[in-house]
C-alpha cells in the first residue's frame, strides 16, 4: 500500500508540476520567441499545439491521480478496510469535514475551467487566467501539508514557504518538458527558424530557471529548518538520506544546466545544429533528472520527518482519527 501510495503522489505532482511550468513555458519562454522569429520573417511550426496537447493529458493524469490518492487516503485516515472506507459514510465525511478533502474539491474546480481553457480552439490556455488558475492549483496542496498545522504568523508563513516551493518546482522542473520539445524540434528540423526560435527560448529559460532556483533554494531551506530537525538527522533518519538523495539530482540538474546556459546556447543562437543536438539531449536528461526528484518527493510525503517523529510517536494511538489538518496531503520534503 505505501509504495502504490507513494507512487500514486509521485505521479500526481509531477503531472501537476507539469500543468504549471507548461503554462510558464509557453508565456514566457515560446511565445516571446515565437514572435521575434516571426518578426524576422522565420515561423517555426509545430511546438505549441504540442505543448497544449501535453497540457491537456498532464491535466488528465492529474486529476485521475488525485482520486486515486483521495481513495488510498481515506481508508489510511479512518483505519477502515479500503472498501468499506470507500462504500461507507467515511468518504464523504474525509471530502467535506478535512482539509485535504475541501483542498482537493477546490483543486477539482481549477482543474474543470483549466481543462476548458486548455482544449479551446483559441489561445485562453496560454493566457494570464490559464496562468493564476494553474499556479493555484500546484500551490494548494500547501494547505493541508504539515505547514497547515502551524498557528498564527509561523503557520501562515510555512504555508507561503511552501506555495513558494511548490510554484518554484513547477515554474523549472515542470517547464524542463516544454523545453526538451522544442529543442528536440529544433534538433530534427534544424532549419533557420527553429535554430533561431531554440537558441531564444534556451535563453529565456535560462532567467526562468535562475529565478525559479534561487526561490526553491530559499524555501528548500525554509522547509529542512522546520521538517529535519538538525544535521544529524540527515544521516540518521531515513527522510534525511531521503533529502539528501533529491539535493544530489537537483545538484546534477544545476550542472546541466550551467552548461546549457554558457557553453550550448550561445552556439544555438549563432545556428549550430550540433549545440541543438547536445542542448535537447542535456534538456532530456535535465527532465529525467526532475522525474527522479519527484519519485523521492513521493517517499518523502509519507516518510515522518526528523522534527516530527517524536510528535508523531506522542500521538500514535489517536492516528486513525480524522482531523482536519491531514499530514498525508503534505506535497514534499
Do not use: C, Q
Not at 127 to 137: C, I, N, T
Request: positive net charge; glycine residues 12%.
Amino acid at each position: 500500500m505505501n509504495a502504490f501510495l507513494a507512487a500514486t503522489r509521485a505521479v500526481h505532482f509531477g503531472s501537476s508540476l507539469l500543468v504549471f511550468g507548461e503554462v510558464v513555458f509557453a508565456l514566457w519562454v515560446s511565445a516571446p520567441a515565437w514572435r521575434r522569429s516571426r518578426a524576422r520573417g522565420l515561423a517555426p511550426e509545430g511546438v505549441e499545439p504540442r505543448i497544449r496537447a501535453m497540457l491537456v493529458w498532464g491535466l488528465a493524469v492529474s486529476v485521475v491521480s488525485a482520486l486515486v490518492w483521495l481513495a488510498l487516503e481515506v481508508p489510511l485516515m479512518s483505519g477502515e478496510p479500503l472498501e468499506e472506507a470507500i462504500a461507507g459514510p467515511t468518504f464523504g465525511i474525509v471530502v467535506r469535514d478535512t482539509w485535504f478533502g475541501r483542498v482537493l474539491t477546490a483543486r477539482a474546480l481549477l482543474a474543470a475551467a483549466l481543462f476548458i481553457g486548455f482544449a479551446a480552439g483559441s489561445r485562453a490556455w496560454a493566457s494570464l487566467g490559464s496562468l493564476l488558475a494553474a499556479g493555484a492549483y500546484v500551490a494548494l496542496p500547501a494547505l493541508a501539508g504539515h505547514a497547515a498545522g502551524g498557528r498564527g504568523l509561523e503557520g501562515a508563513l510555512r504555508v507561503a514557504t511552501d506555495m513558494m516551493h511548490l510554484l518554484a518546482a513547477g515554474a523549472w522542473v515542470g517547464a524542463l518538458p516544454g523545453l526538451a520539445l522544442a529543442l528536440t524540434a529544433a534538433r530534427r528540423d534544424a532549419d533557420e527558424g527553429m535554430l533561431a526560435y531554440a537558441g531564444r527560448a534556451t535563453r529565456r529559460f535560462s532567467a526562468l530557471g535562475a529565478i525559479s532556483v534561487s526561490a526553491l533554494i530559499a524555501s528548500g531551506v525554509g522547509n529542512a529548518i522546520y521538517l529535519v530537525g538538525g544535521w544529524s538527522a540527515l544521516s540518521d533518519t531515513r527522510y534525511g538520506m531521503l533529502l539528501v538523495a533529491k539535493l544530489v539530482f537537483v545538484a546534477a540538474m544545476l550542472a546541466l544546466a550551467a552548461v546549457n546556459l554558457s557553453r550550448l546556447g550561445p552556439r544555438v543562437g549563432r545556428g549550430d545544429a550540433r549545440a541543438a543536438r547536445s542542448l535537447a539531449r542535456n534538456a532530456v536528461l535535465e527532465t529525467l533528472g526532475g522525474a527522479a526528484v519527484i519519485a523521492i518527493v513521493g517517499v518523502l510525503g509519507i516518510t515522518v520527518p526528523g522534527e516530527h517523529a517524536a510528535h508523531m510517536r506522542l500521538h500514535s494511538d489517536s492516528s486513525r482519527a480524522i482531523i482536519p489538518h491531514s499530514s498525508p496531503a503534505h506535497p514534499h520534503g
